[in-house]
């Protein structure tokens, strides 16, 4: 025994840098990486054990506990898995991953010290039950695969893998052989290309672990190499910091996530052992993080342009419930991974970046979402004093790789989303994202707030009316049509100066759906604190209305921010809508200003929406929405103070039948509360109840949940009569409001929760609400703005009160959710069939309506050009002048003269020097010759791509353009004052033949 504890220790000491875990013995190096990557799965470190009392790990064990404990509730004790989804996983592999997503979430509570359930003897043998089942009947060496391939090779062995590592001291070899079997049947080998590519290296990689087989973790290790190279075409990471997946999709915050985070895993796994990753381009993991994540990153939110079609997908639940998990805990969680284990500078470089974005945005709510290991990693970085915290990023991104442009400045980012003949329209996969008709069409995003566009924006916005975008507008547009296309035009792209300023352009054409022919030249100008936008050669046929959508902006919780257009402050009242011809300039508070250059008329509409998440994505559930037309419950609800003789699952309804309890004061008694986790942010629920209440405390109805002394409900009762009762109770204090009922016995209820405004409501058919019987301000969720409803449930109840009165049957039909958010639509109308229609308008973020009124009257900008040959704009306090020249003939303004389509973008320094910067957004040049009505003297900088062919009397330039595809070329020129130049002779360098 002295023997092998001798070895464990040695291996430990070699493979981690000379830490010991008392009491956690290695008898081999896979051991040794097992148990390593058990402590990360459960956070616990016995050498270093977290302390119980910190109130972000205790709320994680709450969570797992509540999750994991429902499951087991659940799960049928014969077959050990459950109802709901054991004969539906025959047919659909999303039914069968969510199985074994449940027994991991299970056995995670059972291996996490501090959890109720640790080391729980029946919880672990009814997880070891359900693999067996699982393994017997659905996923086994034999098995055929059905429905999606990811279920198979990826999502199930990773769940499974992380189950067995969990479980590995308790499992029989016989089951630890069977279930790498079946691994080995779907996943036996790497292959694929990006994220895909990683996660299969993963499951390769601790399947070799798991049956010490070094072959399988040196094919895991040797997988992740192919990763490392920067890509040319197709999926991976490219020059300019694009990341592409499934060929034609910027997908940095989605696949590209998930890349970083396995990636990350799989190389701290196996640091130090045998296996270690040699690879001579291993490096370039730092660089992605520089130039791929930050950027994209604003207060520790990923960017929705960059999430593919999971900008349609929930970011809820207590815990990550799926191997992608989400953009912005999958990216922390890869940057936290790489500061356990990087070389040098980076983990300085890489812990400032993390400090900043934990510190500028809510890492309370990323603690939610992150592991008990990743909590204590992000706490030791932001309480750690020596690290500082990064920089908030300054500059103008070109993204020519993935058709993105991303423009930073202190406080605020603009995104624009695009697409071309190289890169796709929108991605509908899956039932995924079937309304992303519009996102690449020159969509804008101005963030503020990191939740200006997360996903509740998604299942509320107009999805045809997305900033940005001039679009031909039909509502009745079906979902998923014209997805997944590429544009016949090419020129998408731009130019940056420095890195600090930019132009951005899009030859666009709406294609692929009905008889749409519109065509827009767009074209945006990034300065330092103002974007102007431009559009000409609107032109459509379609017989349509066509309009350009200056802003769809998302308000707080009551939609009244304050709306100045020219000075006079607009109603703040939902529904209003308003056209206002001539307007020159408007402010909308928390956003900033917009400004129009001679004026334009637009439309104002405020409104509150509302949307579900199914309808933007079927692929997940989204717990909640119960037709309660089963037999049994969904494993999302969970009771509170349970009596299972008191209620039934009928097939068409739930039946709670009515006990003395209250929730009243401190009496807190009621008696089978049904609960689930509400979603982030503002929402509305509703029923449909049949009750028949007869003596007085007889009530039942739906509520609204943090705790026995904080809720809200609406209720069906007996008072006097039958009526409706509303209560709110904060902090034990309760106030009570009654009315009549004069909907009868079956009656729809509904809660409103805006902020800490919760209004109720009730109906005779679920369709006419009219005013709100009675609403309520209560903290229960807080009251900030776009709150994330931390530990807020809402459900059903029904209870006789104090009294001992009568049992009566609450019968109620459904429970329903829709998220609601308030939005502020500005819009120009085209009409129908314009014919070469254009607009113009500056957008100003963060600034004040009097600085907007000051622009408005003596703008920065002056817009030179705006037609189908070339936009142009001179930013007269920089020096800086922006163009776009659209045609093959080029085009000239001011100084500027390009010989063929072009961005370009120049800086008079007024010092006596410029800056040129050349792009070809075309991607399919050669060379661009561009002349400079100046005169230089002398070259003072040049990339080796830009040739000089004259300086004097003008310049003249040749750029080649070919071996980098949509990259910026740049020059920097001393010039000659403008009174000599006319007396100067040409002075020619290189060739002197340009294009006529």
């Not at 501090?114 to 997880?127: A, F, I, K, R, W």
């Not at 017997?136 to 059905?146: F, G, L, Q, T, V």
């Not at 009905?514 to 030249?521: E, F, I, T």
């Not at 040959?869 to 303004?893: C, P, Y």
């Amino acid at each position: 025994m002295a023997a092998k504890m001798l070895v464990a220790v040695i291996l430990l000491t070699l493979l981690f840098g000379g830490i010991t875990r008392p009491a956690v013995y290695a008898d081999d190096v896979y051991d040794a990486l097992r148990l390593k990557y058990r402590e990360k799965l459960t956070g616990y470190d016995p050498s270093a054990p977290y302390t119980l009392s910190d109130p972000h790990i205790q709320s994680h064990i709450e969570r797992l506990d509540a999750a994991a404990g429902n499951y087991w509730r659940s799960l049928n004790p014969t077959t050990h898995v459950w109802d709901d989804l054991a004969d539906s996983s025959a047919e659909y592999s999303a039914e069968l991953a969510s199985i074994y997503q449940r027994l991991e979430t299970m056995a995670r509570a059972w291996a996490t010290y501090g959890s109720e359930y640790y080391q729980n003897t029946q919880l672990l043998n009814d997880v070891m039950a359900g693999l067996d089942w699982l393994y017997e009947n659905r996923y086994n060496e034999n098995a055929s695969p059905y429905d999606n391939w990811w279920h198979w090779e990826i999502g199930i062995p990773w769940y499974l893998s992380d189950t067995v590592i969990l479980l590995y001291d308790a499992l029989t070899s016989e089951q630890i052989d069977n279930y790498t079997k079946a691994i080995d049947r779907f996943t036996p080998t790497v292959d694929m290309t990006g994220a895909n590519r990683v996660w299969k290296s993963k499951v390769v990689t601790l399947r070799g672990i798991i049956g010490k087989q070094p072959e399988k973790i040196q094919a895991g290790s040797d997988g992740l190499t192919d990763v490392f190279s920067y890509a040319t075409s197709g999926d991976g990471f490219y020059s300019d910091g694009s990341f592409i997946q499934h060929g034609y999709y910027p997908y940095a915050g989605g696949y590209g996530a998930a890349l970083l985070y396995h990636l990350s895993d799989v190389l701290w796994i196996i640091s130090g052992s045998p296996w270690d990753n040699a690879s001579s381009e291993r490096d370039n993991i730092y660089e992605w993080v520089y130039e791929t994540f930050d950027p994209v990153l604003f207060k520790g939110a990923v960017l929705e342009s960059v999430r593919g079609r999971e900008i349609s997908r929930p970011f809820t639940g207590s815990l990550p419930e799926w191997p992608m998990g989400t953009g912005r805990t999958r990216t922390v969680e890869g940057l936290l991974t790489l500061t356990d284990f990087a070389d040098g500078p980076h983990i300085s470089n890489i812990s400032s970046i993390l400090k900043h974005h934990l510190e500028d945005g809510d890492h309370e709510i990323l603690f939610r979402h992150l592991s008990i290991w990743y909590i204590q990693k992000a706490k030791s970085i932001l309480d750690d004093p020596a690290v500082p915290s990064g920089p908030q990023l300054v500059g103008n991104y070109q993204f020519y790789n993935q058709d993105r442009v991303v423009h930073r400045r202190p406080g605020w980012l603009f995104d624009i989303a695009m697409h071309s003949d190289r890169i796709r329209n929108y991605e509908w996969l899956n039932g995924e994202n079937p309304r992303g008709w519009y996102t690449a069409d020159g969509m804008t995003y101005l963030y503020m707030h990191p939740e200006d566009y997360n996903f509740i924006f998604w299942s509320t916005v107009d999805p045809h009316r997305l900033p940005g975008i001039t679009v031909d507008r039909d509502p009745s547009r079906p979902d998923g049509v014209g997805c997944c296309a590429l544009m016949p035009n090419s020129w998408v792209g731009g130019a940056a100066l420095a890195g600090a300023y930019g132009v951005a352009g899009m030859d666009f054409q709406q294609h692929d759906y009905s008889n749409m022919d519109l065509r827009a030249r767009k074209s945006w100008f990034m300065f330092d604190d103002e974007i102007v936008a431009l559009g000409a050669g609107i032109s459509s046929t379609s017989g349509r209305t066509i309009e350009t959508v200056v802003e769809n902006r998302s308000l707080n919780s009551q939609g009244d921010n304050d709306l100045i257009v020219d000075g006079t402050v607009q109603p703040s009242t939902p529904g209003w809508t308003e056209q206002l011809a001539s307007v020159n300039w408007f402010h909308l508070t928390d956003t900033g200003g917009y400004v129009f250059p001679g004026g334009a008329d637009l439309n104002f509409l405020r409104e509150e929406r509302a949307g579900k998440n199914e309808d933007i994505n079927t692929a997940f559930y989204v717990p909640g929405n119960d037709e309660f037309d089963t037999t049994e419950k969904s494993a999302c609800w969970a009771w509170v103070r349970e009596d299972d003789t008191r209620y039934t699952w009928t097939g068409s309804a739930l039946e709670i039948v009515t006990q003395q309890g209250t929730l009243a004061g401190a009496a807190n008694s009621t008696r089978n509360l049904l609960l689930t986790e509400t979603p982030p942010e503002d929402f509305r629920t509703a029923t449909r109840l049949t009750f028949s209440p007869s003596e007085v405390g007889q009530e039942a109805g739906l509520i609204l949940y943090l705790d026995d002394d904080n809720y809200v409900y609406i209720s069906s009762s007996y008072d006097d009569g039958h009526s409706l009762k509303t209560v709110s109770e904060s902090g034990g204090v309760t106030l009570t409001h009654s009315t009549n009922n004069a909907f009868g016995s079956t009656i729809h209820l509904r809660i409103d929760k805006s902020g800490a405004q919760y209004s109720t409501y009730a109906s005779g058919d679920g369709e006419a609400w009219g005013d709100p019987i009675h609403t309520y301000i209560n903290g229960l969720a807080g009251d900030a703005d776009r709150g994330w409803n931390l530990d807020l449930r809402m459900g059903l109840f029904a209870q006789n009160g104090i009294a001992t009165v009568s049992e009566v049957v609450a019968e109620f039909e459904h429970f329903h959710f829709e998220h609601i958010r308030n939005y502020l639509t500005v819009w120009m109308a085209h009409g129908v069939d314009p014919n070469d229609a254009s607009y113009s308008y500056v957008v100003l973020p963060g600034k004040p309506a009097h600085e907007v009124s000051e622009y408005s009257a003596n703008p920065d900008v002056i817009i030179l050009a705006n037609n189908s040959s070339v936009q142009a704009v001179r930013e007269a306090k920089l020096g800086i002048t922006g163009a776009n020249f659209w045609s093959d003939a080029g085009g000239r303004v001011e100084h500027v003269t390009a010989h063929g389509k072009a961005s370009v973008v120049m800086r008079d320094h007024n010092d006596g020097t410029i800056t040129v910067a050349v792009a070809d957004p075309t991607h399919a040049q050669s060379t661009i010759a561009v002349e400079l009505a100046r005169t230089a003297t002398s070259v003072l900088s040049q990339d080796p791509t830009v040739t000089v062919l004259q300086l004097s009397p003008i310049v003249r330039l040749e750029v080649n353009v070919a071996e980098t595809p949509g990259s910026t070329h740049t020059i920097a020129l001393e010039l000659l004052p403008l009174d000599f130049h006319i007396f100067l002779p040409v002075i020619s360098v290189g060739v002197p033949h340009l294009p006529q």
